[in-house]
């Protein structure tokens, strides 16, 4: 299982940075997606990171404005997210699976953690 947290109402413009930690094991090994579900709209990929190499890739919109990156002294992975837009809110999910390649489809992805939901106000 994983743990995602870090969640919360914002208002438009400000940074928030959310976390993934899994529970009873490490990534080693694995590939971490972050993915959101806003209401009334289908799951959709964010960004992904390869724990080993570090390799990323970003859903377009947000290239510019979200950072994915690892911690190795924590073992967790953190979605840093800037200049948030009401566009934006959704539930925010972290997944995992294994492999070393970075893949944007929700099924590839074995493990899940129970989202954080992000909120943003205009």
């Known amino acids: 299982q994983l743990q995602a947290f870090g969640g919360g109402l914002v208002q438009a413009g400000v940074s928030l940075r959310l976390s993934c930690a899994p529970s009873?094991?490490?990534?080693?090994?694995?590939?971490i997606g972050w993915f959101r579900q806003a209401p009334g709209s289908e799951r959709e990929f964010v960004a992904a990171?390869?724990?080993?190499?570090?390799?990323?890739y970003y859903m377009g919109p947000v290239q510019d404005r979200f950072t994915i990156s690892r911690d190795k002294a924590k073992g967790t992975v953190s979605l840093q997210m800037f200049d948030l837009k009401p566009e934006d809110t959704a539930v925010y999910y972290c997944?995992?699976?294994?492999?070393?390649?970075?893949?944007?489809?929700?099924?590839?992805?074995?493990?899940w953690g129970q989202g954080t939901l992000v909120t943003v106000s205009s």
């Open positions: 009873g094991r490490t990534f080693s090994g694995y590939s």
């Open positions: 990171i390869t724990w080993t190499a570090g390799k990323f």
């Open positions: 997944a995992a699976r294994q492999g070393t390649n970075v893949v944007r489809t929700s099924e590839a992805f074995d493990y």
